[in-house]
């Protein structure tokens, strides 16, 4: 039977925190819908600067957070006029097309046309609304997004800090030309009434009545206290960030990427790589930056053979330090 959660919370530590126990699960066997909001909250991806991304200082000192998720992507800004979606599925029930058409039924019942586009985006009359990011763990397969419906935008130009060669890239001058709150186009959607049509459209798409399983009981749970205290951490948050200098960057189909390589010359070996990219697949640079450590600093190592889906990610950052 398919499951909701509906989270009350708008801690955003405690919201990710279930949503990776959900993901952390061996024994579940159906699709997960999670909902949940956040107030005044920054999230970026797995390998990105904080500090390049964010205005941090001012968000912190406005009573905002600062939040690294699991999963890639770019940094994106959450508050109580948007709308989180989280669908968790083990491998053989993950459907991308039917977690997307979940999302478009819904706001088809405002007679909203949307389409998905560039990196699993969803737009509106050519303007993004959602962006989308998705993470594998063992068991447990996440896409999950945000939808923005009555956001600040002012907040969001506030704290957001975003490279004028992206916005050079979409041909735009601002950030607020390239997103639109769907209140603008249809007054009377809010986050909260759109709850029921998404469960509706969940129960519809999977043809099957849904359990509901209560945000508090997963709240309770250790192990979910232990991810709270894990995602709040600075350690997680900033890292060594604070400090870390671009030496190279450009911009790839997979991403954007700002690298940083350190070296013991005497040795003529390559001793940390760190890279903050807006990539979708933060496994696989990850894996590149490991693989390079130790690497000569003169003769780039030879390609992986046993991954040739990091093979393109490998090239190209070879490309930047060689």
Known sequence: MPRIVISPQS????????ENYLLSQPDNDEVVMYLWQNRRTVVIGHNQNPFAECDVERLEADGGFLMRRETGGGAVYHDLGNLNFSFVAPYHLYDLQRHYAVLQRALAHYGLQTEISGRNDLLCQGRKFSGNAFSKAKYQRLHHGTLLIRTNVDDLQKYLRVKPSKLQKHGVAS????????SELVPEITAQNIIPL????FEEEYRSTVETIPFESLAALPQVQTLQNHFASAEWKYGNWRFFQAQRSASFDWGEVELSVSADHAAGIITHVQIATDSLFPDLVGQVCRRLEGASTTTPPPPPSDSPELQPIWNDICSLIY
Do not use: E
């Not at 801690?11 to 279930?18: D, E, K, Q, T």
């Not at 950030?175 to 769907?182: D, I, M, P, Y």
């Open 11 to 18: 801690n955003p530590y405690l919201n990710i925190a279930v």
């Open 198 to 201: 998404l469960c509706r459209s």
């Open 175 to 182: 950030v607020q030309s390239r997103v639109v709150n769907l």
